[in-house]
């Protein structure tokens, strides 16, 4: 789950800009997520890449596998 990291909660975040680029038409090899939260007004992306199996956060925002400590 991403979160923003100043309010600890995924509650206010928006996406302000998505792509998905497909190399070859039929498969995913990147999605690139911008976020803004509407709270705090803190911006973060999110990068998944295939070809290299990451998942990279930068900004205020975090990756978490647990729940957000506000709902």
């Known amino acids: 789950m991403i979160t923003c990291s100043n309010c600890e909660t995924a509650q206010f ?3 302000t800009q998505s792509r998905v680029y ?13 976020y803004e ?5 803190a ?3 999110y990068i998944y890449d295939e070809d290299r199996d ?4 930068t ?9 957000p400590k506000h709902a």
């Open 54 to 57: 990451t998942e990279d956060v």
């Open 59 to 67: 900004g205020d925002v975090e990756l978490t596998t647990e729940r």
């Open 37 to 41: 939260c509407t709270l705090c007004g």
């Open 13 to 15: 975040l928006q996406i």
């Open 22 to 34: 497909f190399e070859d038409g039929e498969m995913i090899n990147e999605i690139s997520e911008t």
């Open 43 to 45: 911006t973060g992306q």
